[in-house]
């Protein structure tokens, strides 16, 4: 329909709501003075005023009503801001009109209770029409085609989500029944919906309600309550929805714009990690801020998370194009006067990031750049040493040249014992951050984590595109197990451990418990509608080169302890001493160059002796170096 049609309908429908209001004017008047004495006839003269006296009511009432803008809502989704907006033209337009007649009639033969009677009657003759006309439009729209909806949670979620279901038009979801856990609700109605049951009984309930969908209004439950819910809902065989969890709702308010497909992070999620904003904020408050690998997982997030607070000036470094084109548009737009510098460069080249110190001199750098695919690397040694290692050394020593306060290295738990050399690679990271934290006045910090749920290149996209495929998915081991956080978690941690260091600490994130992989893919398999091994195969591929069984989070050796933070532990690890650390980088450099794979293995298990390798043939790549009698071996503490 053109704009021209639209408005000439809105108009027809305008005036027609006039013209309704205009007749119960005189209905209302007229009935005022039949009850007026006692619902029976009324003398001739009283009549006869009446008839006389309605012109004027009818053109003060009207104006009033237009002035009031009781033409600007529609009929059909008039609520109680419309009634209210009724009662106050009503009693304001009754109220002129008594003034206007005292002054031309003194009020003769116009009894005063008559302005009363006829101010209410007015009022439910309008109010009660336009109710009356959206039940009746409400009670056809019902009889359409509609999913029956349970919902589970009958808190101030249920409540805000029944209502958005209810309000909805055309109406797609007619809610039916609650269901909750709370026994002081049982039985209780809101919106008129019941509350039958308690959770354990959704599948049950859903059968006798006849539900064809089942939405979730939890946002505060717990993983471990979202996991018991979710078995409880695929019992039912019916679909179902959820809102995000109640640190995802900014707002604090709920809607059923909301409402999603329950995903993996529900399931494997934590509690919401406290943070101590305040000092957070006090930290990074007008500083200049550089995060290296801004444009991945990992930084990205870190960068959305920092632009939150007042920052003077962010530069975010990325090797990948698109990564920093992507991440430059996002931080645009939801923080358009951000002092924003997305600088395409490589961590490994020394003399690019000194020109970058130069320019903006950064206070705190958040050093996410790695390279962290575990089999890939395997296969390339010298790109996993020239990147993970080299570039950080170029990053951290910069650092401490140009007099940063901060710089918080972002590690992994396969540094702990690695068995692969992206694991060994990060160890030796952390152990440049150690050694120079010794000799600096910059705060070097390193935070070590797991798995980050929905990174790139991770597990989780991986099965999502094989079910999307579908399948089969492939799991290494049935046993195989892995630590997971959120993004955002791991990213308020990472945060947090700025305000928590001295300098020279490897703080250690609490991962939870592990979770074997097989669980969770079975867990995206349900969510995605299917049924593991009948709708998808899964697949055991037996473990990939550089990978281990189970992860660890310290070693054995690193004396494990609390923080002021329930979510944040202390390792304390073995350091070496700065020549030989000197030496070892000169010795990366020159393998780099010659593209000497052996020797930068034998170098790297010379820093990281707990290393393992299966490979027989690198693990003999040692002798290569035997006579490099610089190099010392590192003493624990």
């Known amino acids: 329909m053109s704009k021209i049609g639209i408005y000439l309908r809105l108009l027809k429908t305008r005036w027609a709501a006039l013209a309704h209001d205009i007749i119960m004017i005189p209905i209302a008047w007229m009935l005022a003075y039949w009850i007026r004495y006692k619902i029976g006839e009324y003398p001739d003269l009283l009549l006869e005023r009446a008839i006389h006296l309605l012109p004027l009511m009818i053109l003060i009432q009207g104006s009033t009503f237009v002035y009031f803008g009781l033409y600007r809502g529609v009929w059909r989704f008039a609520s109680l801001p419309d009634l209210t907006r009724i009662v106050r033209a009503v009693l304001v337009s009754t109220a002129i009109a008594a003034v206007v007649i005292f002054f031309f009639t003194r009020l003769q033969y116009v009894p005063r209770s008559v302005f009363i009677i006829d101010a209410i009657l007015l009022i439910l003759l309008l109010g009660g029409t336009r109710l009356g006309y959206r039940l009746t439009k409400d009670h056809h729209l019902s009889k359409e085609t509609t999913e029956r909806v349970l919902v589970v949670g009958a808190g101030a979620a249920g409540e805000g989500l029944v209502r958005d279901l209810l309000r909805m038009r055309p109406a797609v979801y007619t809610p039916v029944v609650f269901v909750d856990d709370d026994p002081a609700k049982q039985g209780q109605e809101i919106h008129g919906i019941r509350v039958v049951s308690t959770i354990e009984n959704i599948s049950t309930v859903a059968g006798q309600w006849?539900?064809?969908?089942?939405?979730?209004?939890?946002?505060?439950?717990?993983?471990?309550?979202?996991?018991?819910?979710?078995?409880?809902?695929?019992?039912?065989?019916?679909?179902?929805?959820?809102?995000?969890?109640?640190?995802?709702?900014?707002?604090?308010?709920?809607?059923?714009?909301?409402?999603?497909?329950?995903?993996?992070?529900?399931?494997?999620?934590?509690?919401?990690?406290?943070?101590?904003?305040?000092?957070?904020?006090?930290?990074?408050?007008?500083?200049?801020?550089?995060?290296?690998?801004?444009?991945?997982?990992?930084?990205?997030?870190?960068?959305?998370?920092?632009?939150?607070?007042?920052?003077?000036?962010?530069?975010?470094?990325?090797?990948?194009?698109?990564?920093?084109?992507?991440?430059?548009?996002?931080?645009?737009?939801?923080?358009?006067?951000?002092?924003?510098?997305?600088?395409?460069?490589?961590?490994?080249?020394?003399?690019?990031?000194?020109?970058?110190?130069?320019?903006?001199?950064?206070?705190?750098?958040?050093?996410?750049?790695?390279?962290?695919?575990?089999?890939m690397l395997e296969n390339k040694v010298r790109e996993a040493v020239r990147n993970n290692i080299i570039g950080s050394w170029n990053v951290a020593r910069l650092a401490d040249r140009y007099g940063c306060s901060d710089f918080v290295m972002?590690?992994?738990?396969?540094?702990?014992?690695?068995?692969?050399?992206?694991?060994?690679?990060?160890?030796?990271?952390?152990?440049?951050?150690?050694?120079?934290?010794?000799?600096?006045?910059?705060?070097?910090?390193?935070?070590?984590?797991?798995?980050?749920?929905?990174?790139?290149?991770?597990?989780?996209?991986?099965?999502?595109?094989?079910?999307?495929?579908?399948?089969?998915?492939?799991?290494?081991?049935?046993?195989?197990?892995?630590?997971?956080?959120?993004?955002?978690?791991?990213?308020?941690?990472?945060?947090?451990?700025?305000?928590?260091?001295?300098?020279?600490?490897?703080?250690?994130?609490?991962?939870?418990?592990?979770?074997?992989?097989?669980?969770?893919?079975?867990?995206?398999?349900?969510?995605?509608?299917?049924?593991?091994?009948?709708?998808?195969?899964?697949?055991?591929?037996?473990?990939?080169?550089?990978e281990k069984l189970h992860e660890e989070l310290f070693h054995s050796d690193e004396n494990l302890t609390d923080t002021s933070h329930k979510k944040v532990m202390l390792a304390k690890s073995r350091k070496t001493d700065w020549k030989t650390l000197e030496e070892t980088m000169d010795a990366f450099h020159q393998a780099i160059d010659e593209f000497d794979e052996e020797v930068l293995i034998a170098l790297i298990q010379k820093l990281v002796p707990e290393m393992t390798q299966k490979d027989s043939a690198k693990e003999g790549a040692a002798a290569t170096v035997t006579g490099i009698t610089e190099l010392t071996e590192i003493t624990g503490e």
Request: contains cysteine; proline residues 4%; neutral net charge.
């Open 210 to 375: 006849d539900a064809d969908l089942i939405m979730l209004a939890l946002p505060s439950a717990s993983s471990s309550q979202m996991r018991r819910i979710v078995e409880l809902c695929e019992m039912s065989g019916l679909p179902f929805r959820t809102l995000p969890k109640l640190q995802s709702l900014v707002s604090g308010k709920v809607s059923i714009n909301e409402i999603r497909e329950v995903q993996i992070e529900d399931l494997l999620g934590r509690a919401p990690v406290m943070l101590d904003r305040s000092e957070i904020v006090n930290r990074l408050t007008n500083k200049v801020v550089l995060v290296t690998g801004g444009g991945g997982s990992i930084g990205s997030e870190l960068c959305r998370q920092i632009t939150a607070i007042d920052i003077k000036r962010l530069i975010v470094l990325d090797q990948s194009e698109y990564n920093l084109y992507a991440i430059e548009k996002e931080l645009q737009q939801v923080k358009p006067g951000l002092a924003l510098n997305c600088e395409l460069g490589d961590v490994c080249d020394e003399a690019g990031l000194e020109y970058l110190f130069r320019c903006y001199q950064p206070d705190i750098v958040f050093h996410a750049a790695a390279y962290k695919h575990v089999p």
């Open 410 to 546: 972002v590690s992994t738990d396969k540094a702990v014992n690695p068995g692969n050399i992206m694991g060994a690679s990060k160890r030796v990271s952390e152990i440049i951050c150690q050694t120079l934290d010794e000799r600096s006045r910059t705060r070097f910090i390193t935070t070590r984590f797991g798995n980050v749920l929905g990174s790139t290149g991770s597990v989780v996209p991986l099965f999502k595109q094989q079910i999307k495929r579908g399948g089969p998915v492939t799991v290494t081991d049935r046993e195989i197990t892995r630590y997971f956080m959120t993004i955002s978690e791991a990213c308020r941690l990472i945060l947090q451990t700025t305000i928590m260091g001295k300098g020279g600490e490897i703080f250690v994130l609490d991962m939870g418990e592990p979770v074997k992989v097989l669980y969770l893919a079975e867990q995206m398999i349900r969510l995605s509608g299917k049924v593991p091994e009948e709708d998808i195969k899964i697949e055991f591929t037996g473990l990939r080169p550089g």
